[in-house]
Each structure stands twice: as structure tokens, then as C-alpha cells.
């Protein structure tokens, strides 16, 4: 049975996280704002379906999706691209992967003793993040 992903999450760490923005193109002001905030993110889960909300001071993201359904991810508050996404379990890790105009793009979560794990990867760059449940 997949890892039961739900709940409230505040970020602790992040690694590479420049980088990965940089893969995504997103403006040197944008960034140096980014980096500094602390979101939070609420995923609530429900069999195979998926609301994540993140949540911070600069902009607030918000994707639904089913395990196994592509569908088409507006990235409106963060890259501002639109791409297919699809997510499926790979062992107890929900996988995304992203088609579209960055390449090699996508991320990863997982639950790793009491810590929720992000590794959002584009391009060839690779931001690690770690959460806490808030």
C-alpha cells in the first residue's frame, strides 16, 4: 500500500534551490524573494486523488490530480509554463513527470521517518527539500 503523503507541511531545508529555479528560467528578483521564503504545503489525500496546496507570503500554488491520469498543469505563480503531467507511485514515492517545454523536468515526495522529502528536478538540476508536519 502507497504512503499515506496527507497532511500539513512546513519547509525546513532546501538545497540547490537557486539552481533549479535558474533550470526554470524564473527572473534573478523572483528568486533571491523565493529563496528566502518558508512555505508550507497541505496535501490531502483520498485513494488515488491529490490536492496540493503550497503556500507562502509571495504566491500560493494549487494542483489536483488523479494517480495515473495526465492532465494539463498550469504553473501560473511559479515558472508561468504550461505542461503534462503525470504522477504515478514508484514504491512509496509519488513521481511526477512533467512534459513540456523544460526538459527533464518533474519532482518527487516521499515520507522518510517523521519528515516529508520534495526533489523537484529540471534540466539536470536538482533541488532537495525537507519538511516537518507543522
Known amino acids: 500500500m502507497p504512503a499515506d503523503l496527507s497532511g500539513t507541511w512546513t519547509l525546513l531545508s532546501s538545497d540547490n534551490f ?3 529555479m535558474l533550470a526554470l528560467g524564473i527572473d534573478f528578483a523572483t528568486r533571491k524573494i523565493a529563496k528566502l521564503l518558508k512555505p508550507q504545503k497541505v496535501i490531502e489525500q ?4 491529490f490536492t496540493i496546496h503550497t503556500n507562502s507570503s509571495l504566491r500560493n500554488y494549487f494542483v489536483k490530480f488523479k494517480i495515473g491520469e495526465e492532465f494539463e498543469e498550469d504553473n501560473k505563480g511559479l515558472d508561468n ?3 503534462k503531467s503525470l504522477v ?13 517545454e523544460k526538459k ?3 519532482w518527487t515526495h516521499w515520507i ?3 519528515k516529508l522529502h520534495l ?3 529540471c534540466e539536470g538540476q536538482v533541488c ?3 519538511f516537518q508536519r507543522a
Open 18 to 20: 537557486e539552481g533549479y
Open 128 to 130: 532537495k527539500q525537507t
Open 119 to 121: 526533489e523537484m528536478f
Open 112 to 114: 522518510e521517518g517523521d
Open 46 to 49: 483520498n485513494e488515488d486523488s
Open 88 to 100: 504515478t507511485w514508484d514504491n512509496d514515492r509519488l513521481t511526477c513527470v512533467q512534459k513540456g
Open 81 to 83: 509554463r504550461k505542461c
Open 104 to 106: 527533464n523536468r518533474g
